[in-house]
């Protein structure tokens, strides 16, 4: 079955500091797409960053990155120089390109960041 | 500014009355889509759309309709809301090709709760 594991429910990093949230995948197909969002406690979901599964680079996105291995179907993202603004939920999602024209997202159920001062 | 905007963004009703939640999107994107969100559920789809006219069933559509009578606009209808309809509800749209079409930009979401 698809499916998006996020084995960390709450994590705390000190302002300034880097931090890696997990998340693993299961899936049996080769074309896929993986994604991370951001939700505030305002409630929006924010599109942060995207990592196909043939691409060969980590994705990066200003002070995100990617932390893609496919062998061990695994794409942690890292937030470098945390921010009290980047406190929020944030989940990991998936995407499988044989699903036709729906772009149905798979999500895990996320990661909560404090990011103390 | 390029958006999805839903309306309303909170909504307390009781079981039975009609409502419907209002999407519109000022990209142009072909594809439209419709989420809940749900304590240790997480986020599923509802019903999504292609393009005008072409709608389809997601993973929880029971209790749910929709309509794509013009490109930017994808309206989600509870016909008789029950209380388990009370969540966290998203619309989302992407263009269906191109370098775009990876991204899906997700409306500020509608908190409904029905008594």
């Known amino acids: 079955a698809q499916k998006i594991t996020q084995t960390q429910p709450g994590m705390f990093v000190q302002e300034k500091e880097a931090v890696t949230l997990d998340c693993t995948y299961d899936t049996s197909d080769q074309s896929y797409g993986l994604f991370w969002y951001k939700q505030p406690s305002s409630g929006e979901m924010i599109f942060l960053i995207y990592q196909g599964s043939y691409d060969e680079q980590n994705a990066t996105e200003g002070r995100y990155s990617l932390n893609f291995q496919k062998a061990r179907k695994s794409a942690n993202l890292v937030i470098s120089a945390s921010q009290l603004g980047d406190s929020a939920m944030y989940f990991c999602?998936?995407?499988?390109?044989?699903?036709?024209?729906?772009?149905?997202?798979?999500w895990g159920l996320g990661t909560s960041l404090a990011v103390n001062p | 500014e390029a958006q999805v905007t839903q309306n309303p963004r909170y909504l307390i009703t009781v079981t039975g009355k009609k409502l419907t939640v209002t999407c519109s999107q000022n990209?142009?994107?072909?594809?439209m889509s419709w989420y809940r969100q749900d304590p240790g559920l997480g986020l599923r789809q509802i019903y999504y759309?292609?393009?005008?006219?072409?709608?389809d069933k997601g993973d929880v559509p029971e209790g749910y309709k929709v309509s794509r009578k013009e490109k930017r606009n994808f309206p989600l209808i509870l016909e008789s809301p029950s209380p388990n309809q009370t969540s966290l509800y998203f619309c989302?749209?992407?263009?269906?090709?191109?370098?775009?079409?990876?991204?899906?930009?997700f409306g500020a979401g509608s908190r409904l709760t029905v008594l």
């Open positions: 990209m142009n994107h072909e594809y």
């Open positions: 759309s292609m393009n005008v006219e072409v709608t």
């Open positions: 999602a998936m995407r499988f390109n044989n699903a036709g024209n729906n772009r149905k997202l798979i």
């Open positions: 989302a749209s992407s263009l269906l090709y191109g370098p775009g079409a990876n991204v899906l930009t």
